[in-house]
């Protein structure tokens, strides 16, 4: 027994121990399925990105390029020019240009009266509409939306014609009352543009901001009702606070667009002689263009995209300060 049972366990041991090790499952259908799901998202977003690239991308980097060369012409000028480049020469030519760096300016100090103003008024509309007691929703929701629906030049055009001192019947009206106001003066240039701004895009920003105050649940609005909190208190302690992401978007696409402000300023110019040609930051780009100066057209354009880079940046950092200390 002694001599057995000692070689027994031993050689259970062994096969114990030679015994082959499980294989590791190999990738089936359903693991091969969730890796692929990973890479789902990137094909929908390719469509996206690829225009992006192609329509936003490549033009400023493009841009940038051209920024940085200039046309050199040797002798009497028949050769044919030829680029050269030059680094910042053309970014320093172009900020020591008063006329444009004046028309940046121009376009940020009436971007700051014009668009708290519009964005205001667009709240207040769109609180109105969203008030249970207001008639005729549907009515006057289309009425403030029009002027939008309403082409810029066409616009653009309806209000040079109220702003001509010749034939103006707001003009005549004032004289019959007193006062004599010359809408196309240059002190009143940048106000007749920014009330055709304000007239053309207060009802688009109506629309998004009551679409945000549908969106919010009822039983936020009730609870507050019951709570004795109605009128403008509700709309200022319950409405205004929720719709917060709509106001911020509608702020940053209204900085956005008054830096581009270009067709309201080329269309005064048939009834304004004295609106200069450079009057905005895109219409000196554009001159430069007609000059077939690309260059220095590019230079301006990277220098205004910077511009609005920093005005939304901005605002969206002071805005994100402000709500995490609130």
Request: overall charge positive.
């Amino acid at each position: 027994m002694s001599h057995s049972s000692a070689v027994a366990p031993a050689r259970s041991k062994e096969r114990t121990g030679d015994a082959p090790k499980p294989s590791r499952p190999k990738a089936g259908p359903a693991r091969r399925r969730i890796d692929g799901r990973r890479w789902a998202p990137l094909g929908f977003l390719t469509p996206f990105g690829t225009l992006f690239a192609i329509t936003f991308v490549a033009p400023i980097c493009y841009a940038v390029y051209e920024s940085l060369y200039k046309l050199h012409r040797s002798g009497l000028g028949l050769a044919p020019p030829s680029e050269v480049f030059t680094g910042l020469s053309n970014y320093t030519d172009a900020l020591a240009d008063h006329a444009f760096t004046s028309s940046i300016v121009r376009v940020v100090l009436i971007g700051l009266v014009q668009v708290p103003l519009m964005l205001g008024l667009a709240l207040v509309l769109a609180l109105l509409l969203d008030a249970r007691r207001t008639p005729f929703k549907r009515f006057f929701r289309l009425g403030f939306f029009l002027p939008y629906a309403i082409p810029g030049v066409i616009g653009g055009l309806m209000w040079s014609f109220l702003y001509q001192p010749d034939v103006s019947p707001v003009a005549a009206l004032l004289g019959h009352l007193g006062l004599h106001v010359d809408f196309t003066s240059d002190t009143m240039l940048p106000w007749s543009v920014g009330n055709m701004l304000t007239w053309g895009w207060t009802g688009y920003n109506m629309i998004v901001i009551h679409s945000a105050l549908k969106a919010i649940p009822g039983e936020f609005t009730e609870a507050a009702e019951l709570d004795g909190c109605t009128g403008w208190r509700l709309a200022w302690h319950i409405k205004i606070p929720m719709v917060r992401p709509a106001l911020v978007m509608t702020t940053v696409f209204s900085i956005i667009g008054m830096a581009q402000l270009y067709n309201e300023p080329v269309v005064m110019k048939a009834v304004a002689p004295n609106l200069a040609g450079d009057w905005t930051p895109i219409m000196a780009a554009q001159n430069e263009v007609a000059a077939n100066n690309y260059h220095a057209a590019a230079t301006r354009s990277v220098i205004l995209a910077l511009v609005i880079f920093a005005l939304s940046f901005g605002f969206m950092r002071f805005v994100n300060k402000r709500g995490g200390a609130q």
